[in-house]
């Protein structure tokens, strides 16, 4: 069964820490998303990968980092934690060329105290 | 104009009756339509996707109806069943930089009761 499994199912971290959350896939998927979901706001971009160290911006990435050293992982980073980044965040995966559908991760559940 | 507007944000149904949920786009770049449906504790999966040059695809139970001209596009859940019971997000895809990405609506809480 394919999959994308991020590390953390729930994080509690203290204002100011560097966070990191950690996500792995296993269907040799070119690009790899990260994405926070927050009630009344749905889905919304953070950052994405199109190939290892290759990154782009997605629409809202102030606050935010990530690291694709392999192409199985993606990392997103929280360099300075704070509390409006408490949030459900959600890892994607998938084949770059033609649009096509995502395999999520069942996320992280962050809060920030 | 990346924006996808989504409506309901919550929804009851009878088991039984029909869900409808209903999307609205302005970028005409958008070229995939995929609908997602998210249970509690798990990620959002794949329910069923429409390209624009198809006005209707239906999956089982699941039908996208598509309206090019009206940038506006719906999922309806035909008998509706307590397992249906999750939140369901549309999305459009679009190239972005060097890759497709997905833009998502804000989502719709459906319940279908007993």
């Known amino acids: 069964d394919v999959k994308v499994t991020q590390s953390s199912r729930y994080l509690v971290k203290r204002t100011g820490e560097k966070v990191f959350l950690e996500c792995v896939q296993d269907m040799d998927h070119e690009n790899m998303f990260w994405y926070r979901q927050d009630p009344g706001l749905g889905l919304r971009l953070i950052y994405f990968s199109y190939d290892v160290k290759m990154k782009e911006k997605g629409d809202i990435p102030e606050g935010y980092s990530v690291s694709r050293e392999k192409k199985e992982r993606f990392s997103l980073i929280l360099e300075s934690a704070s509390t409006n980044q408490t949030s459900m965040y959600l890892c994607?995966?998938?084949?770059?060329?033609?649009?096509?559908?995502?395999?999520f991760g069942s996320g992280t559940r962050l809060t920030v105290v | 104009q990346q924006q996808v507007k989504q409506s309901p944000q919550s929804l009851i149904v009878q088991k039984g009756g029909i869900s409808i949920i209903n999307c609205a786009y302005e970028n005409t770049a958008f070229d995939y339509f995929p609908w997602y449906q998210q249970f509690p504790g798990k990620g959002p999966a794949l329910l069923i996707a429409i390209r624009p040059d198809v006005s209707e695809k239906k999956e089982g139970r699941f039908t996208i109806s598509f309206n090019k001209s009206a940038k506006q596009f719906s999922l309806h859940i035909m008998d509706s069943q307590p397992g249906d019971s999750a939140t369901y997000f549309c999305?459009?895809?679009?190239?972005?930089?060097?890759?497709?990405?997905?833009?998502f609506g804000t989502g719709t809480l459906l319940a279908v009761q007993p």
């Open positions: 999305a459009a895809s679009i190239k972005g930089g060097a890759t497709n990405k997905l833009i």
């Open positions: 994607a995966s998938s084949f770059s060329g033609s649009p096509r559908g995502y395999t």
